[in-house]
Every structure is written in structure tokens, then in C-alpha cells.
């Protein structure tokens, strides 16, 4: 693989069901970034990682969490889905957290609750 | 609180050349970048600028000014795969992007 993958590419889910979105980088980028867009708004930042091992939250976090066990992996979870958490996803990388660090983006999942 | 503003939309010829426009108020400054985003993709970065003035990378150009919280991505002779959205985007104090909500780009021939 060659840059970021997310997995699903789409989802229907139920209201109330758990849901983890999948994220991994081959690029050994110390920083990863989830975003959700949607109609009308700019990406929003749920939560981030500048390092393995650490976590912050972004501006929308709440009913989101992720981890970063490893430096490649940067799952997110859904506890309990609400149908205004349909969205796109984003998982982004970056060599490093801030200044001119370019971020690369994986290919996105679609989000469906119902 | 932050804000970045850009027209929702634009419209120009195949050939034509085109500015969107980007207006931001954030806590700090750390860079603005511009984003292209086809329908269903990935947005892939075009352009970063943090010092007043151009920068110009084939087509494209970006052009910044800190004082006036104003920036603008110019591209010229216009392809019709230029048909996407750009996204503005600050990093701000926290070194955090700031999105707007980007300037859909529609191509006619």
C-alpha cells in the first residue's frame, strides 16, 4: 500500500450500534488527523495525534474516540452512533504536527445512521 | 471565534483564467494552504503560504496578506479538470487547520 487507506469506503448503520472506522499510513508520518465534512460546513477536526501513544480533541470530539497504539494505525470509534454523526470521514497524515506540514488525506468513509 | 470565508461557487470558460477568493480571522497565524477536492475524493494540497506576496507553481498561483487576513488562488488557462472544489485552510496558534467551506469551481467549454 502507498499512502493512507480507510476502511469502510461506506457504511449503513443503526442507530445505537458501535462502529469503528479504520485508518492506517504506510508513510511513517508521526502526526494523523480525523476529520468529518459535511454539506456546507468546512472539515472539522474530531481528533488528532501528533505522536504514537498520544491524543487530543479536536473541535467536534464529543461521541468520538481513537487511540494510537502504533505510529501507522489511528482507528476511530463510535460508541453509540447518532444519525447527525452521518458524514464523510477523513483520516489525514502528516510528517509532523504544525507548521508547513503538509497533510495527506485517505479516500474518506460515508457514514449512513439511520 | 475563527472564521474563514470563500464564495460558495463559481463559474468561468475552459481557457479563462479564474481567482477564489479566501478571507480568514483566527487566533494566530501559522500558514494558510489551499486544498483541490474533486466530487467524492480526497482533498490534495496545492499551495502553502505563510509571507505576504505570490507564490506561483505552474498554473496556479496563491497569493497572501497577513494584514489584511485576505488570500487568493489564482489558475489560469482553465481545463475542464480544474471542475472541483478549493479549500481554504489557516493553521492557527495552536497549529490546528481551520477549514472553509470551499469554493465549488465549475468549468464550461
Same mark, same amino acid.
Given at each position: 500500500?502507498?499512502?493512507?487507506?480507510?476502511?469502510?469506503?461506506?457504511?449503513?448503520?443503526?442507530?445505537?450500534?458501535?462502529?469503528?472506522?479504520?485508518?492506517?499510513?504506510d508513510m511513517?508520518? +508521526?502526526a494523523?488527523?480525523?476529520?468529518?465534512q459535511?454539506?456546507?460546513?468546512?472539515?472539522?477536526?474530531?481528533?488528532?495525534?501528533?505522536?504514537a501513544?498520544?491524543?487530543?480533541?479536536?473541535?467536534?470530539?464529543?461521541?468520538y474516540?481513537?487511540?494510537?497504539? +502504533?505510529?501507522?494505525?489511528?482507528?476511530?470509534?463510535?460508541?453509540?452512533?447518532?444519525?447527525?454523526?452521518?458524514?464523510v470521514?477523513?483520516?489525514?497524515?502528516?510528517?509532523?504536527?504544525?507548521?508547513?506540514?503538509?497533510?495527506?488525506?485517505g479516500?474518506?468513509?460515508r457514514?449512513?445512521?439511520l | 471565534?475563527?472564521?474563514?470565508?470563500?464564495?460558495?461557487?463559481?463559474?468561468?470558460?475552459e481557457?479563462?483564467?479564474v481567482?477564489?477568493?479566501?478571507?480568514?480571522?483566527?487566533?494566530?497565524?501559522?500558514?494558510?494552504?489551499?486544498?483541490?477536492?474533486?466530487?467524492?475524493?480526497?482533498?490534495?494540497?496545492?499551495?502553502?503560504?505563510v509571507?505576504?506576496?505570490?507564490?506561483?507553481?505552474?498554473?496556479?498561483?496563491?497569493?497572501?496578506?497577513?494584514?489584511?487576513?485576505?488570500?487568493?488562488l489564482?489558475?489560469?488557462?482553465?481545463?475542464?479538470?480544474?471542475?472541483?472544489?478549493?479549500?481554504?485552510?489557516?493553521?492557527?496558534?495552536?497549529y490546528?487547520?481551520?477549514?472553509?467551506?470551499?469554493?465549488?469551481?465549475?468549468?464550461?467549454p
Open positions: 500500500i502507498a499512502g493512507i487507506t480507510q476502511a469502510p469506503t461506506s457504511q449503513i448503520l443503526a442507530a445505537g450500534r458501535r462502529m469503528t472506522l479504520r485508518c492506517t499510513q511513517r508520518h +508521526n494523523m488527523y480525523w476529520y468529518r459535511d454539506l456546507g460546513l468546512g472539515l472539522r477536526l474530531i481528533h488528532y495525534s501528533n505522536t501513544g498520544t491524543t487530543g480533541k479536536g473541535e467536534v470530539p464529543d461521541g474516540s481513537v487511540s494510537r497504539a +502504533n505510529t501507522d494505525d489511528f482507528p476511530l470509534t463510535l460508541a453509540s452512533a447518532v444519525p447527525s454523526q452521518t458524514s470521514y477523513f483520516c489525514a497524515s502528516s510528517d509532523q504536527a504544525g507548521g508547513q506540514e503538509t497533510q495527506y488525506f479516500p474518506g468513509t457514514l449512513l445512521v | 471565534g475563527q472564521n474563514i470565508d470563500q464564495p460558495t461557487e463559481m463559474t468561468a470558460t481557457g479563462a483564467i481567482q477564489i477568493n479566501c478571507t480568514y480571522q483566527t487566533s494566530g497565524f501559522n500558514g494558510l494552504f489551499w486544498y483541490q477536492q474533486h466530487a467524492g475524493e480526497a482533498p490534495t494540497f496545492l499551495s502553502y503560504n509571507l505576504d506576496g505570490l507564490e506561483e507553481k505552474g498554473r496556479f498561483s496563491s497569493f497572501l496578506s497577513r494584514s489584511k487576513g485576505y488570500s487568493y489564482l489558475l489560469k488557462e482553465l481545463q475542464m479538470k480544474d471542475s472541483a472544489s478549493y479549500l481554504c485552510a489557516v493553521m492557527d496558534s495552536n490546528q487547520l481551520i477549514w472553509g467551506a470551499g469554493t465549488k469551481l465549475i468549468i464550461k
